[in-house]
């Protein structure tokens, strides 16, 4: 027959700890929190010492350059006038505008062209900067007119730029006139190259 429950015996004595067990895999991320409300705004703090004054900048920031003069020029093809021009940088672009009264007169269907020079060379960035007038009567059309353009990838340095007449291209010489009784002038002015 089985005998009745006996009384529990003594604790043991507690045992060695067993080593570390390996890192459990990491749980999924919990929902976000509620947005906590907007704390109170603190107190202006006090103003500070004004700073140290700045250097004095440079009033020739910009460069820019324009000659001008007062003459009747008869050339029919040549040199009208140059205007040396010192340019800061290789990477800019120069915008160059030539503005005086031209003309050209014949009998009948003749032409001119008007353009611009640098150290001797026409533009090619991207094209030539130049004016031509086209005249089918014999009439005598003194007005002022302006040729105006930007050219690129020209270097730094002192750089020539002229204005000069010659023939439109198909056609022959004819009788031209650059300035008649008002000034006449080139305005150059240096300019960040565009990206475009």
Sequence with gaps: MKGAKGDRGDK???????LKGSLGQRGSM??????????????????????????????NSINWKQCVWKREDEKDTGLIQECVFKKRHSSTSLKVAYAANMRVRCTSGCCGRWYITFNGAECSGPMTIE?????????NPLRH??????????????????????NCQGYGSSDRRSGWRSVSRIMIEEYPQSQT
């Design 145 to 166: 007119r302006q040729i105006e353009r930007f050219c690129e990838n020209i270097p730094s340095g002192s750089i020539r730029v002229a204005v000069h007449v010659g």
């Design 30 to 59: 919990g929902p976000i929190g509620i947005k906590g409300e907007k704390g109170i705004k603190g107190s202006l703090g006090q103003r500070g010492e004004p700073g140290p004054q700045g250097e004095n900048g440079t009033a």
């Design 12 to 18: 043991g004595v507690t045992g060695k700890t067993g």
């Design 131 to 139: 004016g031509v007038l086209y005249l089918y009567t014999n009439d």
